[in-house]
């Protein structure tokens, strides 16, 4: 039993969902890059874009760290070659910035300029001395959804934009994951920004009063590790002498430009550097689905920090410079799905992912004595490969305290992990959650897209191990995709089976059933049921109650990937509240006492799935109650014209069609 240490951060998960499989063929998907790529709006940097604040922009100077960054990137980097391994590579560290502490504090800063169709901009700079680079991180306690927050990058002069509606979005759901929490309810991070200073611009419309954005930016996340300078951080602490450049072999560029780094901002404001990879499902639907470790990406909060960094290449095959004409997504992504028992975690991107990017192929073999490629980014330099081979026997790994783990060889079909020892080259800190190439032994079968005619499919990510360069041996080990496909991974990736179905898919989902609305004239509330029996007595017996049709449609029982609607009844107002967090569940039942609880309303879907639709969650401050709806134009018209509805957020996902 060999003692190896976990490549990037603490694991802290819980299994989300389970799906039960006969116990099928394996199944082979091949990769797909599209010649074009589905439109959607995008937190690219656009380069072109101008900020139009005319009046000086005031500047907010921190004091310098007390380390120096010469002293942090050292410490970062020994720390994870020190007896104390499996420490994660921490790019960056909280700082916080007491001048804009408060919502008061950070109004003192913004000087509002009236432009000429009579909408409203300020601006606001932030200068950490040393810093590589910063992400802003804001309390939100009120934000207009059709605000607009720009963030400036003075080094490479760009400019990322995000509507106040994304960024209530994104702050409604990190509160739903953990309602009680003390800390990090309210906050949005925003994207990275290279160098010392980086810039805040907010504009609001004409029809957006200045009173209805009430921020505060308590930290920053300053970043010490540029992304851009880790070859020269390795080059004065670390052997990086086995390590090879990704672009070094022409015929793998295919599964190499499925791969990126990520870069994600934790709870307490550390960030952190893991890799991902895209996947393709069973219809080439273009879903930008990104797989990655447990252990990187455990909550909903990571998750909605992700930028990704895609073709982070070398100029050369033996340069250590990185191309400028790398791409960013910066807008985050949902959590899907993870698994503790493979060190799975599934996300996917809230954007489109760029032009050239390929959706690897995956499968369901068990992929022993297997030849192997992983594409990765050791301490988030560019991206590297390595080669290697499965072992005949699976393992079993056990987190033996902090971050540290140990694995034993397991001839069960149940053990969790794929042992891989290289037959060139390592991994390093930043390379967990790397994708696990296998080849395919007989690729007469496959059509071979990836490697031409050797082609190569996902069959794990990597958890960890004791490769080093200077060790110059060791293994890693990598969560089995076949398990976490039966765990849960199926229900996104599997749209359709191809001839001939070798799997038993899951049975499919019961009929929906339609959710009937009410308008209440007397509270001027809105009530919903999906019972035909309680809607006809409503109609029969209560004439306040104005029926308005089915609102959408929702399932009435459990089901994967589905979650429960929790119903509230609150006997002050009269009215009804319906949530699918647990957590607000259970601090509803905890803190307010006239709430009473009803049971379970029906079943929806806590995040996006094929065919579902949003549905707007508003509250109104004069009537204290909730109001909900599927339809955006609706919410878009709520927003405009009625002040005492403030939008909170996406509730959950249901349906417009039987």
């Known amino acids: ?304 920090t992700l930028q990704t960094f895609w073709f982070y290449n070398a100029e050369s095959c033996v340069s250590s410079t990185v191309v400028s004409d790398y791409k960013q997504l910066a807008k985050g992504a949902d959590l899907l799905f993870n698994h503790v028992s493979t060190d799975t975690a599934l996300l996917r991107l809230s954007e489109a992912a760029p032009i050239g990017t390929t959706y690897a192929g995956w499968t369901t073999d068990q992929a022993r004595t297997s030849e192997v490629y992983v594409f990765h980014h050791p301490d988030g330099r560019s991206k590297k490969m390595v080669m290697g081979q499965t072992d005949s026997s699976y393992a079993n790994c056990q987190a033996t305290g902090g971050t540290s783990f140990s694995c034993n060889k397991l001839d069960s079909d149940d053990a969790g992990y794929l042992t891989v020892k290289y037959s060139s080259s390592a991994t390093a800190d930043g390379s967990s959650g790397a994708g696990l190439f296998v080849l395919r032994n007989s690729p007469s079968q496959s059509s071979g897209l990836l490697g031409a005619s050797r082609p190569y499919y996902i069959a794990g990510q990597l958890y960890g191990g004791n490769t080093s360069c200077d060790a110059g041996s060791g293994n890693d080990f990598y969560g089995r995709f076949d398990l976490a496909f039966k765990a849960g991974l199926a229900t996104w990736l599997v749209k359709d089976i191809p001839a001939p179905p070798t799997v038993v898919k899951p049975p499919p989902l019961m009929s929906k059933n339609g959710i009937f609305r009410f308008y209440n ?83 929806a879907a806590p995040v996006a799935v094929s065919g579902s639709t949003p549905l707007y969650r508003f509250y109104n401050n004069k009537t204290g109650t909730h109001f909900y709806t599927v339809t955006a134009e609706e919410k878009d018209n709520i927003i405009m014209k009625y002040p005492s509805y403030i939008y909170e957020g996406i509730a959950y996902y249901v349906w417009k069609e039987k």
């Open 1 to 304: 039993m060999a003692t190896i240490f976990i490549k990037s951060a603490v694991i802290v998960c819980a299994i989300l969902s389970t799906l039960t499989y006969a116990e099928p063929a394996e199944i082979w998907v091949d990769s797909y890059t599209p010649a074009a790529v589905m439109t959607t709006k995008s937190a690219v940097a656009d380069k072109d874009a101008i900020l139009y604040y005319s009046k000086e922009t005031p500047v907010i100077t921190l004091e310098p760290l007390v380390d120096s960054k010469d002293t942090l990137q050292a410490r970062s980097y020994r720390a994870q070659r020190s007896a104390m391994l499996g420490n994660p590579l921490k790019a960056g560290v909280k700082r916080s910035v007491l001048a804009t502490e408060t919502v008061e504090k950070l109004n003192s800063y913004l000087d509002w300029e009236t432009l000429k169709d009579g909408s409203h901009i300020a601006a606001l700079s932030i200068l950490s001395p040393r810093a590589a680079g910063s992400r802003f991180i804001f309390n939100v306690e009120t934000l207009h959804p059709r605000a607009e927050l720009r963030f400036h990058d003075h080094v490479n002069d760009e400019i990322f934009t995000v509507s106040g509606e994304e960024i209530i979005n994104i702050v409604f759901t990190n509160r739903q994951e953990d309602f009680d929490a003390d800390i990090g309810n309210d906050f949005y991070v925003g994207p990275y920004l290279n160098g010392e200073q980086a810039t805040l611009e907010i504009f609001l419309p004409k029809e957006v009063a200045v009173s209805e954005v009430q921020l505060s930016l308590p930290y920053l996340s300053h970043i010490f590790i540029a992304p851009n300078q880790l070859e020269q951080l390795n080059k004065r602490y670390g052997d990086q002498s086995c390590m090879k450049n990704a672009i070094c072999d022409a015929s793998m560029t295919a599964i190499s430009d499925s791969v990126a780094k990520i870069l994600f901002t934790d709870i307490n404001g550390d960030s952190h550097i893991c890799t991902g990879t895209l996947l393709n499902d069973t219809q080439n639907s273009q879903i930008p689905y990104l797989l990655t470790a447990n252990h990187c990406i455990n909550t909903k909060q990571k998750a909605s």
């Open 521 to 603: 004239t007397n509270l001027n509330t809105h009530f919903f049921t999906s019972s035909e029996a309680e809607r006809d007595n409503v109609i029969n017996k209560y004439a306040s109650f104005i029926y308005e049709g089915e609102a959408f449609y929702a399932y009435p029982a459990a089901g994967v990937p589905l979650s429960p609607v929790y119903r509230f009844y609150h006997k002050v107002l009269g009215s009804h509240f319906y949530t699918i967090s647990k957590g607000e569940k259970e601090h509803v039942e905890k803190a307010y006492p006239d709430y009473i609880y009803e049971g379970i309303g029906w079943y």
